[in-house]
């Protein structure tokens, strides 16, 4: 019986009758359920266009949807786009699957839970605590892990903080204050937080290159790069070898955000491996 209900399941999801958040199931465990915060602007929400097959769930990986304040989060089936949130709306691919679909390769029986909560064109200041993007991120997060255990967050963003130097010259106390603040929040303060560089195409586009931009861009890679001599149980992802999707240069192209997505994984297990 059970196998011809999941039968009558995938069917329906097939020609689209059932909504996804109807179609998963949570692990019994908790320890089972492996959570993943996603943080930060539009490289990690996705800033290239969702290609054909993109919405087909990964196996093993469920996705929180967004929820207003009140209303209890739902999961869905793990697949393309994770952040619809993003000021323009539309639906981009970002790396927050491929990280998930790296992540539980190895680990049979584990499902990844993730909290898609990055926004495209925030500063710092704007995701921290005490913006509503942030609450959204610690409401959604603390209902998550009422079913599963947090594992990590993934923080990518910087670019917006490279406009003008006082937004520069704050970044690293902010940064370090959101992740003590965050930490804090989910009463652990060994969660593991991963950032990922800015992109080295950033600040080569027509748009970007001025020497004062280019000097913030610079700085802001080295604050993220220094994060893990600084602040404990920390990583930082590297953004060599990665392409633009458009001739602005600040998005990661579609095989970029594959890759930046397996070197998050690369980096989370090499600090679980040596804390």
């Known amino acids: 019986m059970r196998v011809k209900a999941l039968f009558v399941v995938f069917a ?4 689209g009758v059932l909504q996804a958040e109807d179609l998963v199931n949570i692990p019994s ?4 359920f492996h959570l993943f915060l996603l943080m930060g602007q539009s490289n990690m929400s996705g800033g290239v266009n969702i290609a ?5 769930p990964v196996p093993h990986v469920l996705k929180m949807r967004y929820a207003k304040e009140g209303e209890e989060p739902k999961w869905a ?28 390769a190895d680990k049979p029986g584990v499902m990844v839970g993730l909290i898609p909560m990055a926004w495209g064109g925030r500063s710092i200041q704007q995701l921290g ?6 609450s959204d991120a610690i409401r959604h997060t603390q209902a998550a892990m009422q079913a599963g255990t ?16 006082a937004r520069t010259d704050a970044y690293e106390k902010k940064l370090h204050r959101l992740i003590e603040d965050a ?12 950032v990922g560089n800015l992109a080295e195409f950033y600040g080569t586009g027509k748009d970007h290159k001025a020497p004062d931009r280019v000097a913030r861009i610079t700085r802001i890679r080295e604050i993220l790069r220094s994060l893990p001599k600084k602040v404990p149980h920390t990583g930082f992802v590297e953004s060599t070898g990665c392409s633009p999707a458009a001739r602005a240069k600040v998005h990661f192209d579609r095989n970029s955000c594959l890759l930046m997505g397996k070197r998050y994984a ?9 804390p």
């Open 52 to 56: 054909t097959g993109d919405t087909q």
């Open 266 to 274: 690369k980096v989370y297990a090499d600090m679980i491996s040596n």
């Open 29 to 32: 465990s908790k320890k089972n």
């Open 183 to 194: 930490r804090k929040d989910f009463g652990n303060p060994q969660l593991p937080f991963i």
């Open 129 to 134: 605590k005490g913006s509503g993007i942030y």
């Open 77 to 104: 089936p793990g697949a393309h786009p994770l952040h619809p949130r993003r000021p323009n709306k539309k639906a981009r691919f970002g790396p927050g699957l491929s990280f998930a679909e790296t992540y539980v």
């Open 150 to 165: 947090l594992k990590g967050v993934l923080w990518h963003q910087g670019e917006s903080d490279t406009i003008d130097q």
């Open 12 to 15: 329906a999801l097939a020609i």
